[in-house]
């Protein structure tokens, strides 16, 4: 059981918007920053959005982030069948931990 | 380029012991908090441990303390992550990883912006 939740699975049409939660507490998301993971199958994690709703050079700006009390959101514009992939958010805990959220699979129908 | 390798991983009987290592090239390590995150078969991301640049602060996961240990030896540009008494639990793909954390107006920020390809470590 992760720390912070996420929905096991979202889908959407191609050129669609989607959004992903990430709920978690006062002692995590509610009081730090949240960042965003996007990965695809057999490779490592790449880091789409940091500190809530900054995206990393290259990260195309259809990617969003944004946070309210202790939940968290991603949101993908113009979803493309190569967004197909597996998302997570993370944080850092006050039981001095990062947490990460259990994962989302994303299905561009 | 910016790169991070990730060796030591195999095949151990529950109880046994691992080191992996990772060699960072392509930035200055010594400047950057390092993590240690792994993934089971099939499973999200989980972190394990992180390290602060000299080596003086060092924080687990709940499952791991005891019996994994992080290091780093800045001279060599690696880090390290010492596993004993492995657990079949333990089983996962290790992913050594450049973070940043830190404190902003009593808000901690924390991630990861450079992952290593990963190596796998079997207990079995």
């Known amino acids: 059981q992760s720390v912070l939740t996420q929905p096991p699975s979202v889908s959407a049409a191609p050129g669609q918007k989607v959004t992903i939660s990430c709920s978690g507490s006062s002692s995590n998301i509610g009081n730090n920053y949240v960042s965003w993971y996007q990965q695809f199958p057999g490779t490592a994690p790449k880091l789409l959005i940091y500190d809530n709703n900054k995206r990393p050079s290259g990260i195309p700006d259809r990617f969003s982030g944004s946070k309210s009390g202790t939940s968290a959101t991603l949101g993908i514009t113009g979803l493309q069948t190569g967004d197909e992939a597996d998302y997570y958010c993370g944080t850092w805990d006050s039981s001095l931990s990062a947490v990460f959220g259990g994962g989302t699979k994303l299905t561009v129908l | ?124």
Request: net charge positive; with cysteine.
């Open chain 2, 1 to 124: 380029e910016v790169q991070l390798v990730e060796s030591g991983g195999g095949l151990v009987q529950p109880g046994g012991s691992l080191r992996l290592s990772c060699v960072a090239s392509g930035f200055t390590f010594s400047t950057y908090w390092m993590s240690w995150v792994r993934q089971a078969p099939g499973k999200g991301l989980e972190w394990v441990a992180n390290i602060n640049q000299d080596g003086s602060e060092k924080y687990y996961v709940d499952s791991v303390k005891g019996r994994f240990t992080i290091s780093r030896d800045n001279a060599k540009n690696s880090l390290y992550l010492q596993m004993n008494s492995l657990r079949a639990e333990d089983t996962a793909v290790y992913y050594c990883a450049r973070t940043f954390r830190g404190v902003i107006y009593y808000s901690y920020y924390y991630y990861i912006d450079v992952w290593g390809k990963g190596t796998t470590v079997t207990v079995s």
